[in-house]
């Protein structure tokens, strides 16, 4: 029997994925108060790590529990060496080989495991024996960290009252199988992937996390524990999409990538109306496009032959030699797609009256309590200074943009882009604003004219970026289409097609707000947080777009949003 083959992706000598996170952490200072640690951490957010990598390594909990004492950089790296190890299991013996597409070369199944949180704190709890057994013979560190040793002691007193109470998950299509490196049944399996090799093709017929979707669909208080990444969509299935194309990069026959569609899950044997598209066409691209980000190569769909009678148009990326070059590089476990800080610059601070009342135009008359909230606590310094960002299809902005509105709306184009938009609409887009256009010069002078940093500027060579700033200067009246009558198709071709896509995403917004108070009932002294929740929960879970009244265009994604359809057997 052959022996599987297994790799750790973010540790070891030759680490194919790297936190971001620790890698700017080496190029801090030596050492410092725990509250400077802990702000400079919180900071870099603006330099490229993903805040919910700063979330899920708790290293800012950990420092607040140290006061205000002297901390290394070497006590900071250690905590975040309990960020989760992932382990790359390819299956000697493939569990579900008959559930894809005919006509492969080669098939592969992939499972992607966390170390288990128990393994984690024990290997730390060795380091502190360590590190406490070492002062004896290193007595200059205690002139240095007088404090270590009582630090030292208290993380190992919180560490042992933690330890029986680790969950590990269990409960996935591969629980029967047995993990190499332990001798033991698989846990705490994050995601999967079925592979195929047809010729140069390198083919996913699937990406999943049982985990993510079981937890999505029993609720936290249903007894399957919480974990890294399962709980944004964006987290997992990035990370395993990176690592997918990357190694197909690393195979130099490949010459391109490819994936399936709802049609075609399961070799298309199950098919059914679930929303499995919005995954595979549309948050898959999404993901995939921001790997890709540099090489002038975007995800498209194309006629794919994936036997000799079987072809479809799917989503697929041309192995370029810029392309391979970007994915043979070490991956970020968690994307970098910050804003950078200075990129929606503006002439003058807006006043949070101001913030609101733009931000009603877009959300209705009644504004997110919580929304509000985050404002206020941003406008007196207690929050990140995140210009703008998107989180799980959840949009939130930050007072400190110096237009929050122009933010605002720069991150609803986001939205719609990857949630709202029909694939031939987000490609219309694109094709439009492409770096040379018309119309990307019309907004790059039209960002001059709004006197916008130079940083938004050279975003515009991103197609995506450029319709972005175009779409918020529009909600401004600063940039403006041409559809003079005589003219279908507007001054510069695409202007007119352009235009109607931009009213429909504002009107998808300004339904949102009718939607509100239809269901939620506006009255002035009822804004609470239950308002806070209802709202936000719509964004998330999709019904924003289930709620659009022009069906041609429009996608419906199924009920809680979109996860792949479970392996066969569930």
Sequence with gaps: MSTPHYRYLNTGLDPRMASQ?????????????ASQWAKAIRALTQKGVKQREIEEAGVVEWLEAQGNHPVTQESVLGQLALRPTIK??????????????PGHERYTETLYCLNS???????????????????DFNPERLLREPMLVHQLDEERRKL?????????????????MVDPTTGSAIK???AHTRTTRRGGLFFIDEIQSDWAQTRRRTGEHRGVPDGPFINHTESWAGLILRRAMQRAAEDNSITGVAWINAELRNGGRFVRDDGLDEFYLRVLPSLANKALKGTGVTVKAMDVQLNASTARSLPYVPMTPEVRAKLRAVQPVYSMDLVPRSAFSFSQDMSQSDMVREAREMLGSTMSVRLLNKVVRTANGAEEEVAARQLANLIEISVRARSAGRAFNHEAFHYAESVLMSPHEAETVRAAFVDGSPLNDRVRRAMVAAR???????????????????????????????????????????????????RKI?????????????????????????????????LRD??????QSDSDDVYRGAPGGPQPAPTPGS
């Excluded at 790359?88 to 597409?101: C, G, T």
């Excluded at 730390?124 to 002062?135: G, P």
């Design 506 to 538: 504002e009107s998808a917004f300004q339904s949102l707000g009718q939607w509100f108070r239809r269901v939620v009932g506006e009255r002035s002294s009822d804004q609470n947080a239950r308002v806070s929740e209802r709202l936000f929960e719509a």
């Design 117 to 135: 949180p128990r393994n984690n704190v024990e290997d730390r709890l060795e380091e502190i024996r360590f590190e406490l057994e070492d002062l």
């Design 452 to 502: 916008m940093a130079p940083e938004a500027i050279a975003q515009c060579s991103d197609p995506v970026e450029a319709a972005a700033h175009a779409f918020s200067l529009w909600r401004e009246q600063r940039f403006h289409f041409d559809e003079r009558d005589g003219e279908p198709t507007g001054a510069t071709g695409l202007d007119r097609t352009v235009g109607r896509i931009f």
């Design 188 to 190: 705490n399996l994050f």
């Design 160 to 176: 042992m009252a933690d330890l029986d109470t680790l969950p590990d998950f269990n409960l996935h299509h591969y629980s029967d």
């Design 542 to 547: 999709g019904d924003l777009q289930r709620r």
């Design 88 to 101: 790359e299991i390819d299956l000697s013996r493939p569990k579900y080989a008959q559930y894809v597409v």
């Design 21 to 33: 996170l620790a890698e700017k952490v080496r190029e801090m200072q030596k050492r410092a108060p």
